[in-house]
């Protein structure tokens, strides 16, 4: 590959030509194309530096156009990807998405513009992007690697391909474009952050909205995707998970949906695809859930009712509060341990011991603290919540009955690994 570009810091800029309703997400592309050779169109970011801005032109709106911006967070990483080639090649040979070898390459801190850059407007200025492109290639040579066409015979239009190098020349015609001219490495730095991936919790409550009609899940703009999207945005702020302005916005919690698709037998079964996306933890929760629709459907009510209900308990807690996460998220896990560190309500059940058994005793091992350790250790023994998650927002009260009091030990051991144990099971560990 020729890098004309290496020796000139202020060319950072790149060009991705996409179909894909996730622009923003990170860069994909096969290694090699469908004959097994290497090619610039697919290969061409390799040549992209972190802090390098990439561009994207979407070719599925119309008139398509330069539609926003993202910054490369990172280098290249081999990856397995799922990858359909486009255009007349493809479509003679039948040429259908599948699994081969590829690469990732992180992008942070998308960037939609208020105005796009529309093929139109780039037209309007043909003769002057030639002008402009003549004298591109006497002072870089060639190949320049740019992603439009310029023909006598026909008007301009992009080249076929995924990947392309766009010249700052290019960018200095179009005033939407220029403030990228004056991005600095400070600049980038300060970008934001991507929005992190998608939770467990998060991830069954978008797959219970999928489940609602799979063969036609909820639109965009629809009422039951806005509604998921005011929830998710208002669980993140409970558990202190922060993102970017457009966090879980209704165009990606439709996205989420769709990312089901690639799994669900009904919709693969036709030679279809669905978005693939996504995270591994999909195909974690959709293996656990797709043939359980029961359990799904109770767990995303409890986590739904949690949050509108239990909001500000959840908030109480660290979010880097000891134990493993229970499989059924966050979000009940966070509610399980703030109900069960109700001081007033752990009080009373040590009362309740004393009183009946006159001692306080761990209902597992059995173990004293005031036997083993004196005056030090009257009074301290710890609570477990023994009542099932998924029931713990049906009615938001905590009963006496439900505490069981354990040594910090065996409460330790019960949530150390998923499942949790009950109090049963981790006596008969013991036994």
Known sequence: MYEWWDKWPDQKFWLEATDRQD????????????????????????????????????????????????????APRAEPITWGARGSYAREKGIKPHERAGYVIPLSGFQRLATP??????????????????????KYREPLYFPFELSPKRPLRPLQGYAFKLPREFLALFPE?????????????????????????????????????????????????????????RMGRALGVHGLGDFRNPNGVYMKMMN???????YTGQGRVGLTRGNKDEQVVWNEFAGDRPRLAKLAAAIRAAVERDADELV??????????????????????????????????????LREKGALTCEVCEFDYEKRYGKRGYGFIEAHHTRALASLPENGMTKL??????????????????????????????R
């Open 316 to 353: 109480e807690l660290s979010i880097d509060d000891e134990g493993m996460e229970a499989p059924e998220g966050r979000v009940l896990t966070r509610l399980h341990r703030v109900r069960e560190r109700n001081q007033k309500l752990v009080e009373q059940r040590k009362t309740k011991a």
């Open 117 to 138: 850059v529309t093929l139109t407007r780039i037209r309007a200025l043909e003769p002057t992007l030639a002008a402009v492109l003549a004298d591109l290639k006497r």
């Open 260 to 266: 089901f698709r690639r799994f669900d037998p009904a």
């Open 401 to 430: 009955e439900d505490l069981a009091l354990v040594c910090a030990n065996c409460h330790r051991m019960i949530h150390a690994q998923k499942p949790w144990l009950s109090i049963e099971e981790l006596r008969a560990t013991l």
């Open 23 to 74: 622009i923003g997400a990170d860069l994909r592309a096969p290694q090699l194309d469908e004959s097994g050779k290497d090619n610039w169109r697919y290969t061409l970011f390799m040549g992209a530096k972190p802090g390098n801005i990439v561009l994207h032109y979407d070719s599925r709106t119309e008139p398509n156009g330069i539609v926003g911006w993202s910054v490369i967070a990172g």
């Open 177 to 233: 474009l220029s403030d990228l001219l004056e991005t600095t490495e400070r600049d980038v730095e300060a970008a934001p952050a991507r929005n992190p991936a998608w939770s467990r919790d998060e991830l069954i409550l978008a797959l219970d909205l999928y489940f609602l009609n799979p063969a036609s899940p909820p639109g965009k703009q629809s009422q039951e995707v806005i509604e998921l999207s005011r929830l998710l945005n």
